[in-house]
């Protein structure tokens, strides 16, 4: 099979530990350009946050953000693809989160808003290299457009959470998880399968044509979806089940591994 685009998730993915992109896999990136391979990112990540890791790998193509919820190109930031949470779901969960005094996230216009600076902010701006907005009124930031929001919390709590707020509004939202300690909910159509189909329509592709690699359950969808869905050697158990292929960690070049064996074919 002549793959013509690759998804790649950003954390636990395409990034180490350390939260770098190795030369090698910079490298085996550029190799599959040259090749006339569309790489792209497909990521949770707000779209100003991935446009920093895009630009390490010299990217200039759009990429999926938010979950799959917005796509947008990186030089002039046309946006191509976007998806809002239902604002009638995004009041409940508002509600939700108060009630069960949870950390909510809400993501408008491409800024992080906080109702408080407190530890879990502080820390997901660091990871994301984003800061945050602190608006103690989400009563009124609500009525505008959220791409995503976002829940920080313990695992378990959070699944526990996820299980009531399945009934509650999941006929209107996606409902997933980034990492174990973020719950996060977008539109039914923001996930990254939704995007990478339009992606493979945008540059005349057929999914079978497709590659998509990631670590989290917020890249199942992406991994069933493509012609060669691909988990990393750290993704969780459940992934690795539902992919065709498993690749090295993260921290072993994982993504490089797999341009070399599907598209390069050095290995």
Known sequence: MTYKLIAIDIDDTLLTDDIVVTPGTKAALAAAIERGVFVTLATGRMFPSAK?????????????TYQGSLVKTLLDEQVLYERYVPEDAARELLAFCQANDLHLQLYI??????????????????????????????????????????MIDDPARLDEMAEKL????????????????YLEVT???GTKGHAIAFMAEHIG????????????????EMIEAAGLGVA???????????????????????????IDKFILQTV
Not at 208 to 219: C, F, L, Q, R, T
């Open 187 to 189: 539109h039914k159509e």
């Open 52 to 64: 920093k890791i895009a630009k390490q790998i010299e990217l200039n193509v759009p990429i999926i």
């Open 109 to 150: 216009d491409d800024v992080l808003y906080v109702r408080e600076d407190n530890e879990k902010a502080r820390n997901y701006s660091a990871l994301s290299n984003i800061p945050f907005a602190v608006e103690p009124d989400f009563e009124t930031l609500i009525a505008k457009p959220s791409t995503k929001m976002l």
């Open 205 to 220: 592709c057929t999914l079978d044509e497709v590659i998509a690699i990631g670590d989290s359950w917020n890249d199942h």
């Open 166 to 181: 399945a009934p509650l509004i999941g006929d209107r939202v996606h409902i997933t998880k980034s990492k174990a300690h």
């Open 232 to 258: 990393m050697g750290n993704a969780l158990p459940k992934l690795k089940e539902i992919a065709q292929f498993v690749t090295k960690s993260n921290n072993e070049e994982g993504v490089k591994h797999v």
